[in-house]
Structure formats: structure tokens, C-alpha cells
């Protein structure tokens, strides 16, 4: 049997090349116009498969040196070879790791009772539009930063409207700490970590006037590091939508005009778990 991650890879590969609609690429009707110039032609699945639309991987590679969540019972990614070519004439490996390491997605039953598993969540979430809103300067000068409605009303104003069943992310810049795991948790002489996050207000403000399908976050947690009530988490879940943290290469992608492909791992009443996710651009002109 064959490394798990890496049969997730190839069949995620088999559904963009050929399960996926092609209304996948087009915007919601109404908000066309809102993503693109009405003379740009969308991106066809027909493009994909010949490798002309550029694709951008959004995933830590998962190993033992991965930031975790520095909480009682959680521990380490681990991986141990259970079967080699030379013993057994096959390599095989089990994984250990906590669901929420890594790249990976909080379903809405992690923090919300009675909110879809990450296996109950419909196909159709996991794709949409995609947006960035870049607050990397902003992280530098204050790591407890929350972007608010206002932050995001000024990204509309230079960009356009957040699209309908969009999957918003936040570039905080914190990637870049990645590989250096106090850093980029930044606990203080307290333990109280600092890293910035999203507002309840700003992710109200998504669900309600945007209807975003999730968003994600180049950090530990949607919550900012300080946070202790996890306000972020509660309004999301609750509202069925779901959340990406640990997200990669976010600096790769332009602020809008791209899809995006969430691909979890579905694990019977899990609330969460490692993910790929795949920004797909436009062409190259």
C-alpha cells in the first residue's frame, strides 16, 4: 500500500482533470462582472489539463518539524516506516499526527455542536473564487493586528467586492517563520502567543454580506495568538463554514482574479484534518 499523502495527491489530480465542472471557473452569474473585464475569457478545464493554467501549491509539507498547537495532548507530526523494499518488497509508512497540523482545515463541528464533520461538508465548498487581502505591513508593525470591516471595505475599494462563495485569505507575512517554530507561535514570558488574525466582526461581515464559503490564514489559528475566547472560530463554524490555517505561499498570488481547489482529508466525524490546497491562476499572457 502506497504512502497515503501521496495517493491523496494523484486523486485530487484526477478530479480537477475531470470530475470538476466547468462552471467551476466561471464566477456566480451575477457577480461576473465583478471578477474580471466582461472581454477576458474564463478559464477552461480544457486549459488546466494541458498545463496551461499556472497552479499554485498552498501546503506545508508535513514532517516532524511542523509548528503544532501548543496545547495539553497535542504533540508532533511522526512518521514510522511499518514495511521496507528490502524485508518486506514494499515500503510502507503510518502517519501520527493531530488533526489540526499543518495545512489543514477546521470543519464546523470543531468548535460549533451540531455543524458538519469535515466528511458531512458538500463538494461544492470546496471550491471558489479567491481572494487576498494582504496585511503583511500591517503584521510587521503590530503582531496582534485584527483586520476589520474597514480593512476589508478598503481592499473592495481598490480591488472589487469580495465575490459570492469566495474562500478569503489572509497574508500576514507569518509565513515566512514557518521553519522556526518559536517564532512563529511568538509567545511571550506568559505563554500568550502573538500572531495577528481575523476580527468577529470582519468574518460576520463575510458570512453575512459576502457569503464566503471559508477563509484561511498564513498562521496557527484564524483567532489572533492572544485570543482566548476564539470568537473567530465560534462565528464561522456556527454559520457552517470552515477555516484554513497554516496556509502557504500566500505572497504567490495575486489579490484577485484566481480559484481555488480544498482538498482535506475525510475522516469519518473528524473536525478537521491535513489539506492541499491549489490556487489556480489565469493564464500566463
Not at 188 to 208: N, Q, T, W
Request: a negative charge.
Amino acid at each position: 500500500m502506497r504512502n497515503t499523502l501521496t495517493k491523496f495527491g494523484w486523486l485530487f489530480a484526477g478530479i480537477l482533470a475531470g470530475v470538476v465542472t466547468p462552471q467551476f471557473f466561471a464566477p456566480p452569474a451575477a457577480d461576473a462582472s465583478r471578477q474580471r473585464g466582461s472581454s477576458d475569457p474564463d478559464p477552461t478545464l480544457q486549459q488546466l489539463a494541458a498545463g496551461e493554467l499556472p497552479i499554485v501549491d498552498l501546503t506545508w509539507t508535513l514532517n516532524d518539524r511542523n509548528p503544532y498547537w501548543p496545547g495539553e495532548n497535542y504533540e508532533p507530526f511522526r512518521l514510522k516506516t511499518i514495511a521496507t523494499l528490502e524485508k518486506d518488497g514494499v515500503l510502507s509508512k503510518s502517519i501520527f499526527t493531530p488533526e489540526h497540523l499543518g495545512t489543514h482545515l477546521d470543519a464546523p463541528n470543531h468548535f460549533e455542536k451540531n455543524q458538519p464533520s469535515v466528511d458531512e461538508i458538500t463538494p461544492e465548498a470546496f471550491f471558489g473564487p479567491g481572494v487576498v487581502i494582504d496585511v503583511a505591513a500591517e503584521s510587521e508593525a503590530d503582531p496582534d493586528f485584527l483586520l476589520s470591516i474597514q480593512h476589508i471595505e478598503q481592499w473592495e475599494r481598490t480591488h472589487e467586492p469580495v465575490p459570492t462563495g469566495a474562500i478569503v485569505f489572509l497574508k500576514t507575512g507569518w509565513g515566512r517563520h514557518w521553519t522556526n517554530y518559536p517564532r512563529y507561535k511568538n509567545q511571550d514570558a506568559m505563554g500568550k502567543m502573538h500572531f495577528p488574525g481575523y476580527s468577529v466582526e470582519a468574518v460576520r461581515f463575510l458570512i453575512e454580506k459576502r457569503k464566503i464559503r471559508g477563509i484561511g490564514i498564513d498562521t496557527l489559528s484564524i483567532d489572533r495568538g492572544l485570543s482566548r475566547d476564539f470568537a473567530v472560530h465560534h462565528a464561522l463554524n456556527a454559520a457552517g463554514r470552515y477555516g484554513l490555517e497554516n496556509v502557504a505561499r500566500l505572497e504567490e498570488l495575486p489579490a484577485s482574479g484566481f480559484h481555488v481547489f480544498v482538498a482535506p482529508v475525510k475522516v469519518e466525524a473528524g473536525t478537521g484534518g491535513p489539506t492541499r490546497i491549489f490556487a489556480i491562476l489565469p493564464p500566463k499572457p
